[in-house]
């Protein structure tokens, strides 16, 4: 009889442990399921691999200076320092910046001149729009009417004359300089600019874009102004 | 008694172990039904340990029970009111209660042993 009402028992106590573990299973189902395909996953791994490289060429970079200093510390280590100087100097944009490049010339459009149109300024929101699109291209150099663009330059509305680094730029005709890191990549730039839509958003504000062929030895301006350091601190000496 | 804990054990390692779900529509359906077999398997302890246990009654019980609360809940779903909190309440008010009538079983039958001890010693 105890035996009989065991087995009952585990037979009993066998389902609601069964459902147990089941209701278990089933409340702790992952939030969100991964419904990615694999197309998705492939993007994502490239844009992961290109991130990879990216850093991979950076750490080369570091070790190549760090060999540098290695080699020039027992020489002159202050050498070393000035050429460091130097190169980030000219990474931030406080020298010229001489290599083959083109030149982009904005125009009032001939159909504005023969009607005899006001010719005003171009506006900020548009020039932003240059800078970004040619932006999509790396290490490139750029001034606009003399102003050579670094990482903390604006362009901006002051007063109702478009600015960039605070300075005017001319009424068009004016022109934009862009040195690349190569010729081929100049020439890909020249060619993107040439077939770019954003020409047509220049003539809609009656200017007209013109992209000198790639020259070897375009120069960039300097970055003539002060860059202000508000929130960034020496380390402190190790 | 150990046998009860090995099907316990058991039927929670197959559970997870084959990694078995329902779809989440009827977990509420599932989960009344687990409470009503606690409830069903508690009464039953108790009545075993009351010498009340009836194999017909338990054994019945435990799939009545839970065919009633996953109906009621089906129903309240269905009638747009929350029946199942009805079965919740009756049933966890039920398991409370078997729950301490089993303990004052137990500890008078501990008790019980130990003044038998005493007398013998």
Redesign the interface.
Known sequence: MRK????????????????????????N?PDSRDTRDVWEIRQELSVEKQLHSELLSEISQMDSTLEKYEAASEASPEQALKETVEELRSLAGLTEAAGPGIEVSIEPSPEAVALGQNIEGISPDLLIRFVNSVNSFNNLEVSIDGNRLVNTSAIRDINGKTTVNANPIQTPPFTAKIVAGSTEDAEKLYNYLLSSPLLDDFYIDDLVVTVSEPKDDMVVEAYDGEISYQHLKEAEGE | MWLSVLGLLLGISLGLLTDMQIPPEYADYLSIAVLASLDTLFGGIRAHLQHMYDDKVFVSGFFFNIVLAAGLAFLGVHLGVDLYLAAIFAFGVRLFQNIAVIRRLLLAKWANKKEAGETLG
């Open positions: 009989k009402i065991f087995s009952r028992f585990s037979i009993i106590l066998f389902v609601i442990g069964l459902m147990m573990a089941v209701q278990y299973n089933t409340i189902e």
